[in-house]
Antibody, heavy 122, light 107 residues
Framework: QVQLVQSGTEVKKPGASVKVSCKTS????????LHWVRQAPGQGLEWMGN????????KIPQRFQGRFTVTSDASISTAYMELRSLGSDDTAVYYC???????????????WGQGTLVTVSS | DIQLTQSPSSVAASVGDRVTITCRAS??????LGWYHQKPGKAPKLLIS???NLQSGVPSRFSGSGSGTDFTLTISSLQPEDFATYYC?????????FGGGTKVEIK
């Protein structure tokens, strides 16, 4: 069965960086894009970007460009997100997710990781 | 970015009630809208894609409709496991965006 397992809780100081991993199984890693979505405490969902593990190409909305990077390692079926210059408003649960279809414009997320809480606090 | 406005922001209902949630897009998104629900401490679950396509395993009491800018999620007979927060998501244009959520609470 499809599984996405994320790395554990992180606590970071303002200005630091955080890197979260998402290890996948149950499907061919290079056949599907992987997305990252975050959710601040008590708030809604925010789509942050995705990666095509086959090519390494990423799509990142403008508001995150410059401080958000998505990478992948197909040899271990794992995707990573890194967020730099953290501020308190980056405190959130970060999810990786796999879409319900393969292709460039598949943005509905069918399979989700368990989420990784990132807390930014001095 | 396309803005999605959900209403109501919360609704109190009883088991067996019919519940309707609406999602309005700031511009035409054809039928490129999905619905999720999320329980506290859990990841969202995709219920419906492309406005009305029920995902495998999702009970038939859930249905979606709409096109263009106005969409509806209907739960025909609310069950105890349906008390959750519901989100719509547009997948028409980049970046995909979510509505603010509708919390379905027990009356």
């Amino acid at each position: 069965q499809v599984q996405l397992v994320q790395s554990g809780t992180e606590v970071k100081k303002p200005g630091a960086s955080v890197k979260v991993s998402c290890k996948t199984s149950g499907f061919t890693f290079t056949d599907y894009y992987l997305h990252w979505v975050r959710q601040a405490p008590g708030q809604g969902l925010e789509w942050m970007g995705n990666i095509n593990p086959n090519s390494g190409a990423t799509k990142i909305p403008q508001r995150f460009q410059g401080r958000f990077t998505v990478t992948s390692d197909a040899s271990i079926s794992t995707a990573y997100m890194e967020l730099r210059s953290l501020g308190s408003d980056d405190t959130a649960v970060y999810y990786c997710a796999r879409p319900d279809c393969s292709g460039d414009d598949c943005y509905s997320s069918l399979y989700w990781g368990q989420g990784t809480l990132v807390t930014v606090s001095s | 970015d396309i803005q999605l406005t959900q209403s109501p922001s919360s609704v109190a209902a009883s088991v067996g009630d019919r519940v309707t949630i609406t999602c309005r897009a700031s511009q035409d998104i054809n039928r490129w809208l999905g619905w999720y629900h999320q329980k506290p401490g859990k990841a969202p679950k995709l219920l419906i894609s492309a406005a009305s396509n029920l995902q495998s395993g999702v009970p038939s009491r859930f249905s979606g409709s709409g096109s263009g800018t106005d969409f509806t999620l209907t739960i025909s007979s609310l069950q105890p496991e349906d008390f959750a927060t519901y989100y719509c998501q547009q997948t028409s244009s980049f970046p995909p965006t979510f509505g603010g959520g509708t919390k379905v609470e027990i009356k």
